[in-house]
């Protein structure tokens, strides 16, 4: 429950923000990360949009 947190701040785990973009699956249009904390989502898109193929310059933030 106390997972990434500390002073007053609390990260997602990267697990749960793999999950996230495994189901958004963000090929094309715009991320949105709305915790904006690490940038964990907008990491976790461009591997994913590598991993498949994809082109980053078919994404913003």
Do not use: W, Y
């Not at 963000?26 to 994809?54: N, T, W, Y």
């Amino acid at each position: 429950m106390a997972e990434g947190s500390g002073t007053g701040q609390f990260f997602m785990p990267g697990s749960i923000v793999r999950l996230l973009v495994e189901l958004l699956e963000p090929f094309k249009g715009r991320i949105f990360d709305p915790a904006c904390g690490s940038g964990g989502m907008f990491v976790q898109s461009l591997k994913f949009i590598k991993e498949h193929g994809g082109n980053k310059k078919d994404i913003a933030i």
